[in-house]
């Protein structure tokens, strides 16, 4: 099949590999790179030094017509996303969307109607989806391993200053408002694993902002509730100060609690009557991070081909979206 790949950042770069590896025919579109421009310019090397010509572009729609893709994968930063959907869109051509699927609500119902008008598919990259750990404990779960579920904690923190090595965050989208930056919107993985496993909230109450001494403009640290009607609680906390990462997803519930480390790589379940041992799982042995966009990847092959629906599809993209823009606009400006 043939893509083409809006943004050549990090993410850009993975699903053109990988893409590449699974015997696609690919192209490009980009704009410039701004602080990016090292990095990039050193992967188009690095293609063209083993052999493999990467056809690129500066105009999406010329881009569209000439290369006539299967699908657009949009990987540019999160501020435009949308921008970059919606153009995609008018054309007819299928898309892959990086999360999150935008900073804001604009756009969004211009997106929906042509979707269902040009009978697009559409798939959110959300690849925690396709991590083996959380798919085994959503099934425990379900099973009523831990009985009636009472309420679940979330943690999410990494150091933005580790993220990429060739780049100074500060010059980053990830670090500002006005490129879609912001610990909420980054971390979104956290808020969707969430939704997958919870729906949408009831109600949602948030509190943090710019509070670490990091550089940029976007906020770092929050904090917030999200009840559900049943009285089921969750606690989220995302940030991005703390050294070493964290990420952790513990589920309390009537028989017990189930907990993921992701870092630790390892799932457990602790039962409530303290009468069965404690049961361990790690991830697979040869399980690789890669392995999940690997995974989303295909199966979006298989959307594309008819043999599936969308794991991910455009509704659950903007809810998510939803959620993480309500927990900004608490935190305030």
């Not at 770069?13 to 602080?35: E, P, V």
């Not at 804001?104 to 559409?122: D, F, M, N, P, V």
């Not at 989806?129 to 923190?157: F, S």
Request: include cysteine; proline fraction near 5%.
């Amino acid at each position: 099949m043939k893509f083409l790949i809006c943004g050549i950042g990090s993410a850009g770069q993975r699903h053109y590999r990988n893409l590449t590896s699974l015997g696609h025919q690919l192209a490009l579109f980009r704009t410039g790179g701004g602080a990016n421009a090292p990095f990039i310019e050193k992967f188009l090397s690095e293609e063209s030094s083993a052999g493999r010509k990467v056809k690129a572009y500066g105009n999406l729609k010329d881009a569209i017509e000439d290369f006539r893709p299967d699908a657009v994968f949009i990987t540019n930063p999160n501020s435009k996303h949308l921008e970059t959907a919606l153009l995609a869109a008018r054309s007819g051509v299928n898309l892959f969307i990086e999360k999150p699927l935008s900073h804001t609500r604009a756009g969004l119902e211009e997106l929906q109607s042509l979707a269902e008008e040009k009978k697009l598919k559409i798939m959110i990259g959300y690849n925690l989806r396709w991590h083996p750990l959380l798919i085994k404990m959503k099934a425990m779960v379900a099973e009523g391993v831990i009985g009636q579920p009472l309420c679940a904690n979330i943690e999410m923190g990494e150091n933005i200053e580790d993220w990429h090595p060739w780049e100074d965050y500060r010059q980053s989208y990830a670090a500002h408002k006005d490129g879609g930056g912001g610990a909420v919107l980054c971390f979104s993985h956290d808020i969707d694993y969430m939704y997958w496993f919870f729906g949408m909230p009831e109600k949602i109450h948030a509190v943090g902002g710019k509070i670490t001494p990091l550089g940029g403009d976007a906020e770092d640290m929050v904090k917030a509730l999200l009840e559900y009607k049943n009285g089921f609680i969750v606690s989220l906390h995302l940030d991005y100060w703390q050294r070493p990462p964290r990420r952790v997803f513990e589920i309390i519930g009537t028989k017990g609690k189930i907990a993921w480390d992701y870092y630790a790589k390892i799932l457990t379940w602790v039962p409530r009557d303290g009468k069965a041992t404690p049961s361990k799982y790690p991830v697979p042995e040869n399980f690789d991070r890669n392995d999940m966009f690997v995974d989303e990847i295909k199966e979006f092959i298989s959307v594309l081909n008819g043999k599936k629906e969308s794991r991910i599809p455009l509704q659950q993209g903007i809810d998510v979206l939803e959620i993480s823009l309500v927990i900004k606009e608490q935190i305030g400006p």
